[in-house]
């Protein structure tokens, strides 16, 4: 009985954030995703949305997008994480990796641009090896390269938090039985870190698909996203109904993640 | 437990300090309550030295806060909230703003210098009798080239940008209605075109464009084209100015054929509460040597013209950014448009963006 | 031991490859040009300019103060709904809990500061300082919940369960046992919410007013004249002043677990 009066406490502050600024503002943006640019009631910007192809093959490409740029991140950070863990002085290098998120995005794209632009350092360094300055910046290169860059942190920070998790004794029990390195790694350590690896990808797949600033400095807006088209609907055309209507279809996408991503029912009792 | 405790107390003595610093700092600023003007304004797009004149010289604190687009700005004073005694949007955001009915009339027995501006640039369509705006910088829509990379006779007509030659070398301004624009111009239409069909057929003239498109940005225009990333792009005459100041090698262009003709307008919105400092202020700004010392600062084309006849010869003769008279007749300002009008034009213009080959 | 080396190499190259921006930046906060092209020779100049800039000076202070201000209050939320989540045995309800949780952190900044604006317009509160800091401190929350709530499934059952057998109450198992366990979980919360306040733009600037304006807000509009270097200098004292932090704070707390490990007879990291 004790125990849920304290619980019920824990709940109120929580709660009550849950429900001014989550439920409230998720209810408004579906209310308002059934209004036309004047004000009337309409089902038109669902209909809009999965009927004209422009928003179709924008969801699609800011799909296959994120998904490049999830992948990418992943393959990075996925060691990073992992060699951190055995590394000397841990947690200092763990917060030198988050450092560079305290600089402004907008900075850091503009320090990109110096980097990749035609007499930028690349082009510079390229140039030394007596190789002509090529086009880097509004490439699919460049535009992944930089927006795996943003999210590294994001997603190291939950594999190695999932790293440190794992016992062990797991780890030395499976090489005492012979496993070899890499089946050690693909039978025990993988598996084990599994659920923080699902958080990096929730964490930074999501994101990835309503990438706006990037998409524009970087990728020269020849990438468009579906927060791209958000930012417009809510900046320029002033239709927020439509951007609400892709606001929803985002949110809907990630439960759908959620879902997909989330703890099964663990195998008896607590864990 | 006694970690995280002594934690909490460190940090909330850092943001004690901090307050306090704040605070001071806010009082060697001269801030309080009654004497301010909140003033909402692009970011720098003033002298600094010239509010600390005005702060000098009356008494008043300037309170500036920065916005980054029309619409954002719009948003906020239409939702309540804010306290804005002074804003500068562009002129169809002052149409649309009248119509709204968020603006006060200027009372212009309390301000000056008002013969100072020239005639081209008051009384435009978006605010006939200039009854609630005062124009504070003015320009157009143009064609920026590197004399590196190409010749002034090549860049005449907007039709020369789909010339094959230019593949990959255009940079263009984040903006449908420019955009769309200069595609409608170039057809011989009205940049204020609402007809949807005419509309479709320049989006379609404008994905023959793309091959020649390198990027579709926004204030990093003024970046790439300094370094000298693109050889051509389109973009508003104050950006060009700022790109030339920083390469020489740039020049700008208004096609012959017209373009559009831009004004930022000084404006006071419903939520004024400092209406004596705001007079000040539009007065202050009136004042020919202070308009001039800001245009030379900002670097956009003032409409004061006794502010232009104050700033070198050099820059009073410039056609790029005081072209001539016919130039700026044969040049259309943007009406508001209602918003299903607008909407077609930023969705084209999305299809446009999204357009590869 | 031939590993290690292999290893090292790779965790350099990552660190390589997260500074170069950084380290870009600073350097052409030194440049007597004006934009962030061809190193135009060294000077102080464009550090003078900032320290000369009232204006920017006030808003890093307002920052920082609201960072901190905003990180602090919603690590405390964000702890007390974790340990809440942690609680509830229905998973429907937890599962439904987490799912709203991750809501803000996955939409889009545009529609929170959009749906923010008319949320304190509506309720008529003034849009300024306070508004700013109630919607820094909501949408921090739920990243210090993802990161406490791992360290409180970690910790076993077992362990609370003999601590209630010898006689510990409820709030004794809280304070001794179960915070101490999760402080690791809750100082990355903490760090990353103050990361999130600190790199925010969208969401401040439809919901600021009355003069008050973040740093981010500030560099937005700068931006469209171009940015300065003042902000690289800017950037640059921020930078080398974290880092410090960073290091400092991390010794001191080296010290302290050193002397803590000998008496409990040395535990190897």
Same mark, same amino acid.
């Given at each position: 009985?004790?125990?849920?009066?304290?619980?019920?406490?824990?709940?109120?502050?929580?709660?009550?954030?849950?429900?001014?600024?989550?439920?409230?503002?998720?209810?408004?943006?579906?209310?308002?995703?059934?209004?036309?640019?004047?004000?009337?009631?309409?089902?038109?910007?669902?209909?809009?949305?999965?009927?004209?192809?422009?928003?179709?093959?924008?969801?699609?490409?800011?799909?296959?997008?994120?998904?490049?740029?999830?992948?990418?991140?992943?393959?990075?950070?996925?060691?990073?994480?992992?060699?951190?863990?055995?590394?000397?002085?841990?947690?200092?290098?763990?917060?030198?990796?988050?450092?560079?998120?305290?600089?402004?995005?907008?900075?850091?794209?503009?320090?990109?641009?110096?980097?990749?632009?035609?007499?930028?350092?690349?082009?510079?360094?390229?140039?030394?090896?007596?190789?002509?300055?090529?086009?880097?910046?509004?490439?699919?290169?460049?535009?992944?390269?930089?927006?795996?860059?943003?999210?590294?942190?994001?997603?190291?920070?939950?594999?190695?938090?999932?790293?440190?998790?794992?016992?062990?004794?797991?780890?030395?029990?499976?090489?005492?039985?012979?496993?070899?390195?890499?089946?050690?790694?693909?039978?025990?350590?993988?598996?084990?870190?599994?659920?923080?690896?699902?958080?990096?990808?929730?964490?930074?797949?999501?994101?990835?698909?309503?990438?706006?600033?990037?998409?524009?400095?970087?990728?020269?807006?020849?990438?468009?996203?579906?927060?791209?088209?958000?930012?417009?609907?809510?900046?320029?055309?002033?239709?927020?109904?439509?951007?609400?209507?892709?606001?929803?279809?985002?949110?809907?996408?990630?439960?759908?993640?959620?879902?997909?991503?989330?703890?099964?029912?663990?195998?008896?009792?607590?864990? | 437990?006694?970690?995280?405790?002594?934690?909490?107390?460190?940090?909330?003595?850092?943001?004690?300090?901090?307050?306090?610093?704040?605070?001071?700092?806010?009082?060697?600023?001269?801030?309080?309550?009654?004497?301010?003007?909140?003033?909402?304004?692009?970011?720098?797009?003033?002298?600094?030295?010239?509010?600390?004149?005005?702060?000098?010289?009356?008494?008043?604190?300037?309170?500036?806060?920065?916005?980054?687009?029309?619409?954002?700005?719009?948003?906020?004073?239409?939702?309540?909230?804010?306290?804005?005694?002074?804003?500068?949007?562009?002129?169809?955001?002052?149409?649309?703003?009248?119509?709204?009915?968020?603006?006060?009339?200027?009372?212009?027995?309390?301000?000056?210098?008002?013969?100072?501006?020239?005639?081209?640039?008051?009384?435009?369509?978006?605010?006939?009798?200039?009854?609630?705006?005062?124009?504070?910088?003015?320009?157009?829509?143009?064609?920026?080239?590197?004399?590196?990379?190409?010749?002034?006779?090549?860049?005449?007509?907007?039709?020369?940008?789909?010339?094959?030659?230019?593949?990959?070398?255009?940079?263009?301004?984040?903006?449908?209605?420019?955009?769309?624009?200069?595609?409608?111009?170039?057809?011989?239409?009205?940049?204020?075109?609402?007809?949807? +069909?005419?509309?479709?057929? #320049?989006?379609?003239? %404008?994905?023959?464009?793309?091959? &020649?498109? /390198?990027?579709?940005?926004? $204030?990093?225009?003024?970046?790439?084209?300094?370094?000298?990333?693109?050889?051509?792009?389109?973009?508003?005459?104050?950006?060009?100015?700022?790109?030339?100041?920083?390469?020489?090698?740039?020049?700008?262009?208004?096609?012959?054929?017209?373009?559009?003709?831009?004004?930022?307008?000084?404006?006071?919105?419903?939520?004024?509460?400092?209406?004596?400092?705001?007079?000040?202020?539009?007065?202050?700004?009136?004042?020919?040597?202070?308009?001039?010392?800001?245009?030379?600062?900002?670097?956009?084309? +003032?409409?004061?013209?006794? #502010?232009?006849?104050? %700033?070198?010869?050099?820059?009073? &003769?410039? /056609?790029?950014?005081?072209? $001539?008279?016919?130039?700026?007749?044969?040049?259309?300002?943007?009406?508001?448009?209602?918003?299903?009008?607008?909407?077609?034009?930023?969705?084209?213009?999305?299809?446009?963006?999204?357009?590869?080959? | 031991?031939?590993?290690?080396?292999?290893?090292?190499?790779?965790?350099?190259?990552?660190?390589?490859?997260?500074?170069?921006?950084?380290?870009?930046?600073?350097?052409?906060?030194?440049?007597?040009?004006?934009?962030?092209?061809?190193?135009?020779?060294?000077?102080?100049?464009?550090?003078?300019?900032?320290?000369?800039?009232?204006?920017?000076?006030?808003?890093?202070?307002?920052?920082?103060?609201?960072?901190?201000?905003?990180?602090?209050?919603?690590?405390?939320?964000?702890?007390?709904?974790?340990?809440?989540?942690?609680?509830?045995?229905?998973?429907?309800?937890?599962?439904?809990?987490?799912?709203?949780?991750?809501?803000?952190?996955?939409?889009?900044?545009?529609?929170?500061?959009?749906?923010?604006?008319?949320?304190?317009?509506?309720?008529?509160?003034?849009?300024?300082?306070?508004?700013?800091?109630?919607?820094?401190?909501?949408?921090?929350?739920?990243?210090?919940?993802?990161?406490?709530?791992?360290?409180?499934?970690?910790?076993?059952?077992?362990?609370?369960?003999?601590?209630?057998?010898?006689?510990?109450?409820?709030?004794?198992?809280?304070?001794?046992?179960?915070?101490?366990?999760?402080?690791?979980?809750?100082?990355?919360?903490?760090?990353?919410?103050?990361?999130?306040?600190?790199?925010?733009?969208?969401?401040?600037?439809?919901?600021?007013?009355?003069?008050?304006?973040?740093?981010?807000?500030?560099?937005?509009?700068?931006?469209?004249?171009?940015?300065?270097?003042?902000?690289?200098?800017?950037?640059?004292?921020?930078?080398?002043?974290?880092?410090?932090?960073?290091?400092?704070?991390?010794?001191?707390?080296?010290?302290?677990?050193?002397?803590?490990?000998?008496?409990?007879?040395?535990?190897?990291?």
């Amino acid at each position: 009985m004790k125990k849920s009066t304290t619980n019920a406490a824990f709940y109120v502050p929580y709660g009550l954030w849950l429900a001014l600024f989550v439920v409230a503002p998720v209810l408004l943006i579906i209310y308002q995703s059934f209004f036309d640019i004047s004000g009337h009631f309409t089902l038109g910007n669902y209909a809009t949305y999965f009927q004209s192809g422009t928003y179709i093959l924008m969801t699609i490409n800011s799909v296959v997008y994120a998904f490049i740029i999830t992948a990418v991140t992943l393959l990075i950070s996925y060691p990073t994480a992992y060699l951190l863990h055995y590394a000397k002085h841990k947690q200092l290098w763990l917060l030198l990796i988050i450092l560079p998120t305290w600089i402004n995005l907008l900075l850091k794209a503009y320090a990109f641009i110096g980097i990749f632009s035609q007499d930028g350092g690349v082009n510079g360094f390229l140039g030394m090896f007596g190789i002509a300055p090529k086009q880097f910046l509004f490439t699919d290169f460049s535009f992944i390269l930089v927006a795996s860059y943003i999210e590294i942190p994001f997603m190291i920070l939950p594999i190695f938090n999932g790293i440190e998790e794992l016992d062990q004794g797991y780890v030395n029990a499976s090489r005492d039985l012979g496993a070899k390195g890499w089946q050690t790694f693909t039978r025990v350590i993988l598996p084990l870190t599994m659920n923080g690896v699902k958080a990096g990808v929730q964490a930074v797949f999501i994101p990835s698909l309503s990438l706006f600033m990037l998409t524009r400095l970087i990728g020269g807006n020849r990438v468009i996203t579906l927060g791209t088209a958000i930012e417009e609907h809510f900046l320029v055309t002033m239709n927020w109904g439509m951007g609400s209507t892709i606001g929803v279809v985002l949110i809907i996408a990630m439960f759908l993640i959620m879902f997909l991503t989330g703890e099964r029912k663990r195998k008896g009792g607590r864990a | 437990m006694k970690k995280l405790m002594s934690m909490i107390v460190a940090i909330l003595a850092v943001v004690a300090g901090l307050a306090l610093w704040s605070a001071n700092l806010k009082k060697t600023q001269g801030a309080t309550g009654e004497n301010t003007l909140n003033f909402a304004n692009w970011g720098d797009y003033i002298d600094p030295a010239l509010i600390k004149k005005f702060e000098k010289q009356t008494g008043y604190h300037v309170n500036q806060e920065t916005f980054d687009s029309n619409e954002a700005m719009y948003t906020k004073i239409q939702q309540g909230g804010t306290s804005y005694d002074l804003t500068v949007p562009s002129e169809y955001m002052v149409e649309k703003m009248i119509k709204a009915k968020m603006l006060i009339p200027l009372d212009k027995s309390k301000l000056t210098g008002l013969k100072n501006f020239g005639s081209l640039y008051m009384n435009r369509s978006f605010d006939p009798g200039n009854k609630y705006s005062l124009p504070y910088f003015w320009g157009t829509l143009g064609i920026i080239y590197n004399d590196q990379y190409v010749k002034r006779s090549e860049v005449e007509h907007w039709e020369d940008l789909w010339n094959k030659k230019w593949r990959g070398d255009i940079m263009l301004i984040d903006s449908a209605r420019d955009i769309l624009g200069f595609s409608l111009v170039s057809m011989g239409k009205s940049m204020n075109t609402t007809n949807p +069909t005419t509309l479709q057929l #320049a989006k379609t003239k %404008l994905d023959a464009l793309s091959p &020649n498109v /390198k990027a579709v940005v926004a $204030d990093e225009i003024k970046m790439y084209m300094a370094e000298g990333e693109a050889p051509l792009a389109v973009d508003w005459s104050g950006e060009a100015a700022d790109m030339m100041w920083d390469n020489s090698h740039l020049h700008y262009v208004v096609p012959t054929e017209g373009s559009n003709l831009w004004f930022d307008n000084f404006v006071i919105p419903k939520t004024a509460k400092h209406l004596k400092a705001v007079y000040a202020f539009l007065n202050f700004m009136n004042d020919p040597k202070n308009a001039a010392q800001n245009a030379d600062y900002v670097g956009y084309s +003032t409409p004061n013209d006794a #502010a232009l006849r104050r %700033l070198p010869k050099k820059v009073q &003769n410039d /056609k790029q950014f005081y072209p $001539d008279q016919d130039v700026i007749r044969r040049s259309e300002v943007y009406k508001d448009l209602a918003p299903k009008t607008v909407g077609l034009y930023n969705d084209l213009f999305l299809e446009f963006k999204m357009f590869r080959k | 031991m031939k590993k290690w080396k292999w290893s090292n190499l790779y965790l350099i190259f990552v660190f390589i490859l997260l500074y170069v921006p950084i380290f870009y930046l600073v350097g052409y906060s030194f440049s007597a040009g004006d934009s962030m092209s061809n190193f135009h020779g060294f000077t102080w100049q464009h550090y003078l300019d900032l320290f000369a800039d009232t204006r920017m000076i006030q808003i890093v202070v307002d920052t920082l103060l609201l960072a901190l201000l905003s990180s602090l209050i919603a690590t405390i939320i964000g702890t007390m709904g974790a340990l809440a989540i942690h609680r509830t045995s229905r998973p429907v309800i937890k599962n439904t809990v987490l799912s709203m949780n991750n809501i803000l952190m996955v939409s889009p900044d545009v529609i929170i500061g959009a749906s923010f604006l008319i949320f304190f317009t509506a309720l008529k509160i003034p849009l300024g300082f306070l508004s700013v800091l109630m919607s820094h401190i909501a949408f921090s929350i739920p990243i210090v919940v993802l990161m406490v709530l791992p360290k409180l499934k970690e910790m076993r059952q077992s362990m609370l369960d003999a601590a209630r057998d010898l006689g510990s109450t409820t709030t004794q198992v809280l304070t001794h046992i179960i915070m101490p366990f999760i402080t690791p979980g809750i100082l990355s919360g903490f760090f990353m919410a103050f990361t999130y306040s600190l790199d925010d733009f969208a969401v401040t600037f439809f919901v600021t007013g009355n003069g008050f304006q973040t740093l981010a807000v500030e560099i937005y509009a700068r931006a469209r004249q171009g940015i300065s270097l003042e902000i690289n200098a800017l950037s640059g004292v921020m930078f080398i002043f974290a880092l410090l932090l960073v290091i400092g704070y991390y010794f001191i707390q080296q010290g302290a677990q050193t002397r803590k490990a000998k008496h409990k007879g040395g535990e190897t990291l």
